[in-house]
Structures are given as C-alpha cells and as structure tokens.
C-alpha cells in the first residue's frame, strides 16, 4: 500500500463509502453499509412535483407520480451491484479517480415496476435503438456541464430484468440511492442503474453523451475509443478472519480450524467454483460453493475450512465462471481504472 492518494482522492472517497468487509456475511446488505457512489450532489427532490417523462421514440408519452408507478405491477429483485472503478486504487500505474480498493460492491432488494411493461405500455415505435435514463443530478465532468445519464440497447432493456425502484430492502429508497426512483440493471456494473431518473427517452440514434462516449469505456490510451464497459466480471471476496491490526487491517487469527467465508458473483454467465490461497496465489484449493438460495442476480456464498498453523500467511480467493473465465493474480491496467477483479490478497498472522 505504498502509493500516494490526493486530498482530492479522498473527498471523493469519504463521500462515496464502500462495503465494509465483515458485512459480506449478511445475505442481503443491510442499507446503510451498501457501498455509495454519487458523481455529483445528492439532489433535493419534491416528490409531490415529481414526475417520471416517458418519451422520445413512443406512441403515448407518459409522465407518471410516484403513486402511478407503484400501482403498476411490482417485482423484488435481489441484485449484487458493484462500482466499474471496483479495484482502482490497486491498479499500476495509478489512476486519479473514486480510488476504491476491492470492496465497492452490495447486494439490495430492489422492489419496483418492470422497465419493460412501461415501455410496452407507452409502445414504441419504428426505428428505435436504445433507450436513455437521465437523473436529476447535475454536474461538471470532462469540461462538460451533464445531468448524469446512460443509455442502453433497447433488446438489452426489453429483453432483460431491468426495473424502475422505489424501494430497497422494505423500504423507501434514501436520498443516497436514488430517491424517488432509480433503475436497477441486474448484472451490470452500477454506472448503468442511474439514481434520481427523470427521464426515459427512446432513441433512434445511440446516445453519445459524456457517460457513455467518454467515461466507462476500456481503453488503453485516450484516444482511442474502446470498448464500453456493460456487465460485471467475476469476482470473489472473503470475510478477512481473526481480528485486524488498526492501521494495516492486516489479521491476527488464533492457530486451529478457521472457516473463511465470502461471497463471489458475476453479471456474464455463471460462478462455478470459487478456489482458496493461503500462500499469496502459488496454490489453490477449493472452497466449498453454497447453493443459490437468493435468486440469478445476487452473489453466491461460498467457505472453507483452514487449518491454520502458526506463521505468515497471504490469503488469496478466485472465483470462476461458467465460460471459463478466472480472476487474475494481478490487476489489468486501462485508462479509467475500470474491471479490475484480480484476487484479494488479505495479510494474516497465525499465533498459538
Ligand atoms: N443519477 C446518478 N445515477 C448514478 C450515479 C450518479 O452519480 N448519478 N452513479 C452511478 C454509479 S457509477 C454507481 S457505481 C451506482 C452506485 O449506486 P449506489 O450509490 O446506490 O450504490 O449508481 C450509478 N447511478
Ligand atoms: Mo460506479
């Protein structure tokens, strides 16, 4: 942990906090420790002069309350969301943005209205490409004054388990995360479930604004184009065991059987298997995968038992996917810091 974060680096990262690794035991976040991330301010919404504009490329616009849209048709949806940036702070050589470590990610309940019944309500029309969500929230990024919007593929959103949430967890949303309604895009990274929505616009024309023409793209020089970042690569994290040391959090863990526990998720194919390290990623073995009691979009919770000997130890974890895919030993580097999944490394001393 040698590098250098600016003061800058860190007004940004003591707005927008992350999950704090002991909470991975619970199955679904609870709120208040589900990670944050705000690019702007948090708007001041008057719910009563609130409106949802359905528009652009549709045969009715709608302009909906929040009344109107919680008398629609309603599902719940346990979701793992996490940060594209998830990963940034680690990556060589450094990237000045939100610089997360490996822990912006949460798992949320998300009740509200399917996107796509909305969209079949107000119908839509020929010619049309993609669909644009814009929030309320305003700001200046790249020299360019924006209200934070994303746009997706109009097969993605009609075809996929997009929804329009008023709730999380049993809930209203907070002002944090979106209230009164955000989009929630199971499988995607965060970027694109915009907070606060405004606007839904279909689109006969891909949207080129900031958030998709500029950020969240993979690249490895700034000026080419890349490719757009869209859905989560795998990933796994464990509960570091023990107690930690206060300035390093590395770990103090008695010597003895030692069940290590933590999540792992995707938002590609599938996990299939999650493996363990306990000597920094030279060796591996496997952990024990529990069954995916929550549902196709939430992180699944895995364990193994350690048999911990007194010494020095460097805990590693990879989660791997149906198609193949293993998160790396070290981080892959591109100009904003994105999709960096490599192994979580936890420093842990085992004492009689
Ligand atoms: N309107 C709006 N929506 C937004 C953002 C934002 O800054 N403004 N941040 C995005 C990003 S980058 C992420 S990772 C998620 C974070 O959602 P959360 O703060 O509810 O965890 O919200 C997304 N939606
Ligand atoms: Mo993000």
């Known amino acids: 942990m040698g590098e250098v974060i600016s003061l800058q680096e860190l007004q940004l990262a003591a707005r927008n906090h992350a999950l704090p690794l002991e909470a991975l035991r619970w199955d679904v976040t609870p709120i208040g420790l589900h990670y944050l991330l705000t690019h702007y301010d948090i708007p001041d919404v008057d719910v009563d002069a609130w409106r949802l504009e359905v528009g652009g490329l549709v045969e009715r616009p709608l302009s909906l309350s929040l009344d109107d849209i919680r008398a629609r048709p309603a599902v719940e949806t346990a979701v793992t969301m996490e940060c594209a940036g998830n990963g940034r702070a680690h990556v060589e050589p450094h990237v000045v943005s939100q610089p997360w470590l490996l822990e912006a990610v949460g798992t949320a309940r998300w009740r509200g209205t399917p996107v796509a019944g909305l969209l079949a309500e107000a119908g839509i029309r020929d010619g049309a490409v993609e669909v644009l969500f814009t929030g309320l929230d305003r700001g200046v990024e790249g020299g360019e004054e924006q209200a934070y919007a994303r746009s997706l593929r109009l097969a993605e959103v009609l075809t996929g388990d997009a929804i329009l949430a008023y709730e999380v967890n049993g809930v ?9 309604l955000r989009l929630v895009v199971p499988g995607w990274y ?6 606060w929505l405004s606007s839904i616009s279909v689109l006969g024309e891909p949207f080129d604004g900031y958030q998709m023409r500029h950020s969240y793209r993979r690249r490895q020089h700034e000026d080419e184009p890349g490719e757009p970042i869209a859905r989560m690569a795998p990933r796994s994290l464990m509960i570091p065991p023990g107690i930690p040391e206060f300035l390093s959090r590395s770990r103090i863990v008695a010597a003895g059987a030692c069940k290590l526990r933590g999540r792992a998720w995707t938002g590609e194919s599938e996990i299939v298997g999650v493996d363990v390290s306990t ?3 030279a060796t591996w073995q496997r952990a024990e995968l529990d069954d995916d009691s929550f549902g196709r979009w939430a992180w699944r919770s895995w364990s193994f038992i350690w048999d911990a000997e007194p010494g020095d130890y460097e805990l590693c974890c990879r989660a791997r996917d149906a198609a193949g895919n293993v998160q790396p030993l070290e981080p ?16 842990v001393s085992v004492v009689e």
């Open 332 to 347: 892959p580097w591109n100009v904003g810091g994105y999709m960096n999944n490599a192994v979580q490394r936890v420093a």
């Open 172 to 180: 209203s949303l907070p002002p944090q995360h979106g209230y009164p």
């Open 190 to 195: 965060g970027m694109t479930s915009v907070k």
């Open 279 to 281: 000597d920094g990623g």
